[in-house]
């Protein structure tokens, strides 16, 4: 069965830093997808970025960037110039595409201080 | 388009009784997910229905959950017989078609459950 570990219980950084969370994963698939959930206090789930196994290129979305190294079953997010409304609970997820769910780790707690 | 809802969004209920909750995916998501996730953990897979087949479920859903979605629209969980492990936060998911091939998920508000 896939896993996924975030080995960073919280962060904590002062805005306009840069952070990076990290995240490891197990899997015996070539294909596959990885994302970056973002959750607020007491608010849903946003997705933050996808990452597909098959595409070299990490992926960007404005401040939000990837270091996904598939050898080393390594996907990491970095957040520059980062905000208040960054602060947040930070998921790791992996898409099984056998059992078509996604697998999360345990969450990176993420306090941006002003 | 206003997203996945849930409802309700809070639940408080007595250990024993039936509890049922309802997802409103977004339109044109043919997949839908339910997730459980306790306090300070990731969400957990429960189950995933495509369309009004229900395709895959997890070990975490004993036989005291069913899950529904008879029309391929709108899903129900319901929890018979509840007990104290039951509390947490219920999330539902919904995504496009496969062809789309993206596989995001998009995620509703959640409903918390409090079994007292």
């Known amino acids: 069965a896939q896993t996924v570990t975030q080995s960073q219980p919280e962060m904590s950084v002062q805005e306009a830093e840069t952070v990076t969370l990290s995240c490891t994963y197990d899997?015996?698939?070539?294909?596959?997808?990885l994302f970056w959930y973002k959750q607020p206090p007491s608010r849903q789930m946003i997705l933050v970025i996808r990452?597909?196994?098959?595409?070299?290129q990490n992926a960007t979305e404005n401040r939000f960037s990837v270091n996904f190294q598939k050898a080393a079953k390594s996907f990491s997010l970095k957040i520059s110039d980062s905000q208040l409304g960054d602060t947040a609970m930070y998921f790791c997820?992996?898409?099984?595409?056998?059992?078509?769910?996604?697998?999360f780790g345990q969450g990176t707690r993420l306090t941006i201080n002003p | 388009d206003t997203g996945v809802s849930q409802n309700p969004r809070h639940k408080i209920t007595k250990r024993g009784q039936n509890v049922t909750f309802r997802c409103d995916p977004i339109?044109?998501?043919?997949?839908l997910y339910w997730y459980r996730q306790t306090l300070g953990q990731g969400p957990e897979f429960l189950t995933y229905?495509?369309?009004?087949?229900?395709?895959?479920k997890s070990r975490l859903l004993s036989d005291r959950f069913s899950a529904e979605r008879p029309k391929g629209s709108f899903s129900t969980l319901e929890i018979q017989r509840t007990e104290q492990g039951d509390s947490a936060m219920y999330l539902c998911?919904?995504?496009?078609?496969?062809?789309?091939?993206?596989?995001?998920?998009?995620f509703g508000p959640g409903t918390r459950l409090t079994v007292t």
């Open positions: 229905f495509q369309n009004e087949a229900q395709l895959e």
């Open positions: 339109s044109e998501h043919n997949r």
């Open positions: 990452q597909e196994a098959y595409k070299q």
């Open positions: 998911a919904s995504s496009p078609p496969g062809t789309s091939g993206t596989y995001e998920q998009y």
């Open positions: 899997t015996s698939e070539n294909n596959y997808y």
């Open positions: 997820a992996f898409f099984e595409g056998g059992a078509q769910k996604l697998v």
